[in-house]
């Protein structure tokens, strides 16, 4: 039989913690609680009342993590290809796999949890966002996305490194590299290692396949002539914008060894005549001429002082009502949420000096600050969102 036993208020206080009494900054103090008892639950002892909170959230921060990498493990394994030839069951896809139909019932499961699968009776089959996402015949294919995901577990998402960047507040090393040189803010190297055929260009290519499709059916761009997409990678949201719109040119402002990969998926694309690539430095040289400035993931990777500057040197580049576009997942208002952005700033942390997300009145701050007007913020995709504003 098992005993239930009210909580009462005085029972509540006395397994209350020890309260901490330093200075907590003007917080009201703890020190009114009344006197407890410093000694943990003893063992043996009475026994402790009921938990009056639930324990769930210690396993969504120690087990959840694993679901993700979950998927990637069923990513590089070929799960997603299996499961596009048509459901099967666990048993078929652990031989088609070559794992044992334990681990593949585990890892089938986590995709479900994820809504990458479906489960009907004793067939799993792919859902429409992992047709999507998660199958190179998919339209917007994320494959070096994960790839590069898989390489960020094995040498950068560990607890000593982000540790470390928390106490040092600064970024990690990456094979002997400070981050940044390979792969994001100042990219100095770039170009395609043996080691890993996916260079960052394709990375940020496949994480912005999609979004770049969503946001230029959501903002339109009649009336504009000239788009300018500064630290614009492959120029697919170059390259998007120009097949939205048929009247707009549009150049990618990108350093040189970038721009090499922006002209070949310009011409993969088939856009020669309406898109370019323009080797520059977005700091040090002055922007092509243009009436539309987009920035897609760049003000994440710079401090809001960086932030601020560039939207200054957008304002004075851009004619009168000229607009300007930043394209970001944004933080809540209280930069508390949503999770997966939150925690993308701790990416932020691993990877760049002073980089993170943003909310939209923390973007709206910078722009109105540079000049701009007319702001206005638009959620275009899945995390994404476009914060607009215009030159008087
Ligand atoms: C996070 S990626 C974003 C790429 C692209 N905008 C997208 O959303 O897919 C940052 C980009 O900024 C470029 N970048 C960094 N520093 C730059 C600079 N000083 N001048 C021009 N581009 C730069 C990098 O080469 C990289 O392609």
Same mark, same amino acid.
């Given at each position: 039989?098992?005993?239930?036993? =009210?909580?009462?208020?005085?029972?509540?206080?006395?397994?209350?913690?020890? &309260?901490?009494?330093?200075?907590?900054?003007?917080?009201?103090?703890?020190?009114?609680? %009344?006197?407890?008892?410093?000694?943990? &639950?003893?063992?043996?002892?009475?026994?402790? %009342?009921?938990?009056?909170?639930?324990?769930?959230?210690?396993?969504?921060?120690?087990? &959840?993590?694993?679901?993700?990498?979950?998927?990637?493990?069923?990513?590089?394994?070929?799960?997603?290809?299996?499961?596009?030839?048509?459901?099967?069951?666990?048993?078929?896809?652990?031989?088609?796999?070559?794992?044992?139909?334990?681990?593949?019932?585990? $890892? $089938?499961?986590?995709?479900?949890?994820?809504?990458?699968?479906? +489960?009907?009776?004793?067939?799993?089959?792919?859902?429409?966002?992992?047709?999507?996402?998660?199958?190179?015949?998919?339209?917007?294919?994320?494959?070096? $996305?994960?790839?590069?995901?898989?390489?960020?577990?094995?040498?950068?998402?560990?607890?000593?490194? @982000?540790?470390?960047?928390?106490?040092?507040? &600064?970024?990690?090393?990456?094979?002997?590299? %400070?981050?940044?040189?390979?792969?994001?803010? /100042?990219?100095?190297? #770039?170009?395609?290692?043996?080691?890993?055929?996916?260079?960052?260009?394709?990375?940020?290519?496949?994480?912005? $396949?999609?979004?770049?499709?969503?946001?230029?059916? +959501?903002?339109?761009?009649? /009336?504009?002539?000239?788009?300018?997409?500064?630290?614009?990678?492959?120029?697919?949201?170059?390259?998007?914008?120009?097949?939205?719109?048929?009247?707009?040119?549009?150049?990618?402002?990108?350093?040189?060894?970038?721009? +090499?990969?922006?002209?070949?998926?310009?011409?993969?694309?088939?856009?020669?005549?309406?898109?370019?690539?323009?080797?520059?430095?977005?700091?040090?040289? %002055?922007?092509?001429?243009?009436?539309?400035?987009?920035?897609?993931?760049?003000?994440?990777?710079?401090?809001?002082? +960086?932030?601020?500057? @560039?939207?200054?040197?957008?304002?004075?580049?851009?004619?009168?009502?000229?607009?300007?576009?930043?394209?970001?997942?944004?933080?809540?208002?209280?930069?508390? /949420?949503? @999770?997966?952005?939150?925690?993308?700033?701790?990416?932020?942390?691993?990877?760049? =000096? /002073?980089?993170?997300?943003?909310?939209?009145? =923390?973007?709206?701050?910078? @722009?109105?600050?540079? #000049?701009?007007?007319?702001?206005?913020?638009?959620?275009?995709? #899945?995390?994404?969102?476009?914060?607009?504003?215009?030159?008087?």
């Amino acid at each position: 039989m098992t005993a239930t036993r =009210e909580l009462e208020p005085t029972t509540v206080t006395a397994w209350r913690a020890p &309260a901490v009494q330093a200075d907590r900054g003007g917080m009201e103090a703890t020190a009114a609680l %009344p006197a407890i008892d410093d000694e943990p &639950a003893a063992v043996g002892g009475p026994a402790p %009342p009921a938990p009056f909170a639930s324990d769930r959230v210690l396993y969504d921060v120690i087990d &959840a993590p694993l679901a993700g990498l979950g998927v990637l493990v069923a990513h590089d394994l070929g799960l997603f290809a299996t499961l596009f030839e048509g459901p099967a069951h666990v048993e078929w896809v652990a031989a088609s796999l070559d794992i044992a139909p334990r681990p593949a019932r585990m $890892l $089938l499961n986590v995709c479900v949890a994820h809504g990458l699968v479906s +489960r009907r009776g004793g067939l799993f089959a792919l859902t429409p966002v992992a047709e999507e996402y998660f199958v190179k015949w998919g339209r917007s294919y994320a494959g070096p $996305l994960l790839d590069y995901a898989i390489r960020l577990n094995r040498s950068m998402f560990s607890f000593d490194a @982000l540790k470390s960047s928390v106490l040092r507040n &600064a970024p990690q090393v990456f094979d002997g590299e %400070p981050w940044s040189e390979t792969a994001s803010p /100042g990219a100095g190297k #770039g170009g395609k290692r043996p080691e890993y055929p996916a260079t960052f260009t394709d990375v940020m290519h496949a994480h912005s $396949l999609g979004a770049s499709r969503a946001w230029t059916r +959501r903002i339109p761009l009649s /009336g504009f002539r000239r788009f300018l997409d500064i630290g614009g990678g492959s120029g697919v949201h170059a390259l998007a914008a120009a097949d939205a719109n048929p009247s707009l040119t549009a150049a990618v402002l990108e350093m040189p060894h970038v721009c +090499r990969e922006t002209r070949a998926m310009i011409e993969t694309w088939g856009f020669e005549d309406r898109v370019a690539a323009v080797a520059g430095d977005m700091w040090e040289d %002055p922007f092509p001429p243009a009436d539309v400035h987009f920035y897609s993931d760049i003000f994440h990777d710079w401090s809001e002082t +960086r932030c601020a500057a @560039l939207a200054k040197k957008s304002f004075e580049g851009l004619p009168e009502g000229g607009l300007i576009l930043i394209h970001e997942m944004l933080l809540s208002d209280d930069g508390t /949420g949503p @999770l997966a952005v939150a925690a993308s700033s701790l990416s932020m942390l691993l990877a760049t =000096e /002073g980089g993170r997300q943003y909310s939209a009145g =923390e973007i709206f701050g910078m @722009l109105q600050g540079a #000049g701009f007007s007319d702001l206005t913020v638009t959620q275009t995709h #899945g995390y994404w969102s476009v914060v607009s504003g215009r030159k008087p």
